[in-house]
């Protein structure tokens, strides 16, 4: 029930992250390559990122992919919350928020804890369908 529950909650999340994205690709473009790094980085991010978004809802929809979909998930939000972490540590002189839909009337500070809501969403997830969890594969832990 807990992972049922963690999927819906990280679909509401992904699902219109990732159509803004699609249906609003000049304007999330651009706000990629005004972001302060290397403009072939933006390149690269301004179709990897929807695609990735992209996988981890469909990873969400099937049963026996949802441990992939909670990692990436996971993986997702951690390299956007450190990225906003970083922000708000004052690496970037001014760094304009490419954020759609809802997050762009956050401040940088809600944005942090936004992302970080998520990503502990996404990291326990993962940790409850880990098959290393002593209950995870049948129950009892070997012993030798």
Same mark, same amino acid.
């Given at each position: 029930?807990?992972?049922?529950?963690?999927?819906?909650?990280?679909?509401?999340?992904?699902?219109?992250?990732?159509?803004?994205?699609?249906?609003?690709?000049?304007?999330?473009?651009?706000?990629?390559?005004?972001?302060?790094?290397?403009?072939?980085?933006?390149?690269?991010?301004?179709?990897?990122?929807?695609?990735?978004?992209?996988?981890?809802?469909?990873?969400?929809?099937?049963?026996?992919?949802?441990?992939?979909?909670?990692?990436?998930?996971?993986?997702?939000?951690?390299?956007?919350?450190?990225?906003?972490?970083?922000? !708000?540590?004052?690496?970037?002189?001014?760094?304009?928020?490419?954020?759609?839909?809802?997050?762009?009337?956050?401040?940088?500070?809600?944005?942090?804890?936004?992302?970080?809501?998520?990503?502990?969403?996404?990291?326990?997830?993962?940790? !409850?369908?880990?098959?290393?969890?002593?209950?995870?594969?049948?129950?009892?832990?070997?012993?030798?």
């Amino acid at each position: 029930m807990k992972i049922k529950i963690l999927t819906i909650v990280l679909l509401t999340l992904w699902i219109p992250v990732v159509l803004d994205k699609i249906i609003n690709f000049e304007v999330f473009k651009s706000g990629i390559f005004r972001q302060p790094f290397d403009d072939s980085y933006a390149q690269v991010l301004i179709y990897l990122l929807p695609f990735l978004e992209g996988v981890a809802v469909i990873f969400f929809l099937i049963p026996s992919l949802q441990r992939w979909a909670f990692a990436l998930s996971t993986l997702l939000m951690l390299a956007f919350t450190l990225y906003v972490g970083a922000a !708000l540590a004052g690496a970037w002189e001014k760094l304009p928020c490419g954020c759609g839909s809802v997050l762009s009337g956050m401040t940088w500070k809600q944005h942090l804890f936004f992302n970080l809501f998520f990503l502990l969403l996404s990291g326990y997830g993962f940790y !409850l369908l880990n098959p290393k969890r002593s209950g995870a594969a049948g129950g009892e832990t070997a012993e030798g």
